[in-house]
């Protein structure tokens, strides 16, 4: 047996495969492979060593760590959005990536998981990260780098019930009078996008992804079929994303001021300084801070979401059912009813009167049969 670094002479490296093994296999059959890691391919003699002689594997722990390891997972996968899972282990990292990969069990998990809770983190944040975390160590698993499945007892802990974090609450909405200061504040030449948002609840990335062919405005109809996301035009956030609504008529008119005369179909309704899509900084800077500034509050009272949480509560609290409210943002019923559930509760429902209506219908054979003495 040998095991040796390239180039050898007879060998010659590919791929960062360094490391030579020449072995028999126990028919006598010959073994060459090449290995990038020593430890990789000591590994692969005690097997075929075990093999030979009958025996047990008996595999050396894993020396890599947890950050090296889930590196190499992430690159080999094939992400629509692989910026994501970037973000989510870089928060795992400084916490419990610099652990060996073999010394990386369930409670490291729930130590990491706690570590983001207190971070402060959101809940959210918190259940992507663990799960491009989990997702690396299971493949460690299936692999045989690991024993066991460090991951099959972890879980978040269940939600307090007067937990409002994620709820969307009074203080995070611009009130009317508000968001109508905001838009007659909007620089003119942004202003239709930032309607956009307060009117008809569209995130920016939808804003800055609109385009003249995504417009009807004969018909008083836009389509959001994508978003303007990290540099690149991409599909919506999901499925439900992807919808053709009526804006209200303040929205319409500002769109009709913003479409200029020549415009091609394809081209950003809001370009940025050297042309081409603005960018989602440069919205910012250029069309909402100026716009809350103008209004007479701070550049920092409201992020753009907050347009989109006006929109909603403002379809909620006019009696708006959460089916359509859903449809009409691009979201699911039950984020609606989760995020917004203040909302629902102050609403003007329209139960009472619908139980009213029915409780009449039934008191009619009631009052009836009195009349006549039954």
Not at 92 to 103: Q, V
Not at 135 to 147: N, V
Not at 327 to 337: C, K, L, Q, R, S
Request: contains cysteine; positive net charge; proline residues 6%.
């Amino acid at each position: 047996m040998s095991i040796t670094k390239l180039p050898t002479g007879a060998c010659v490296a590919t791929r960062s495969r360094l490391w030579c093994v020449r072995e028999r296999h126990a028919d006598g059959r010959p073994v060459h492979r090449h290995f990038g890691r020593k430890d990789e391919a000591e590994n692969f003699v005690i097997r075929v060593r075990a093999e030979r002689i009958g025996g047990e594997v008996i595999r050396q722990p894993e020396r890599r760590t947890l950050e090296e390891y889930a590196e190499e997972w992430r690159i080999a996968q094939s992400w629509k959005d692989p910026e994501a899972a970037r973000y989510s282990l870089k928060r795992a990292y400084p916490i419990i990536g610099k652990k060996p990969l073999s010394a990386v069990d369930g409670l490291s998990l729930q130590a990491l998981q706690r570590s983001l809770f207190e971070h402060p983190y959101k809940r959210t944040t918190v259940e992507q990260t663990m799960h491009f975390v989990k997702a690396a160590l299971r493949q460690a698993h299936a692999d045989g780098l690991l024993s066991r499945d460090p991951t099959a007892l972890v879980r978040l802990p269940r939600r307090d019930s007067l937990d409002k974090s994620g709820k969307v609450t009074p203080d995070q909405v611009p009130t009317t009078a508000e968001a109508l200061a905001i838009i007659a504040g909007s620089p003119l030449r942004y202003r239709a996008g930032v309607a956009l948002g307060l009117g008809c609840g569209l995130r920016v990335g939808e804003v800055l992804g609109l385009t003249p062919s995504r417009m009807s405005l004969g018909t008083g109809q836009i389509t959001i079929d994508r978003q303007f996301q990290r540099g690149r035009l991409d599909s919506p956030k999901t499925w439900r994303g992807v919808r053709t609504i009526e804006p209200p008529d303040l929205v319409l008119t500002e769109l009709r001021r913003a479409l200029r005369p020549g415009m091609a179909p394809d081209m950003p309704l809001f370009e940025g300084a050297r042309g081409g899509i603005l960018r989602r900084d440069d919205f910012y800077q250029r069309a909402w801070r100026p716009a809350l500034l103008a209004a007479g509050l701070p550049a920092d009272r409201y992020k753009f979401h907050a347009a989109r949480h006006y929109a909603v509560s403002s379809m909620l609290g006019r009696g708006v059912s959460v089916v359509e409210v859903a449809a009409y943002v691009g979201d699911a019923p039950e984020t609606i009813i989760s995020t917004y559930a203040h909302f629902l509760r102050e609403s003007k429902s329209v139960a009472k009167g619908a139980l009213d209506l029915s409780l009449a219908e039934l008191g009619e054979p009631a009052r009836d049969r009195t009349a006549t003495g039954e």
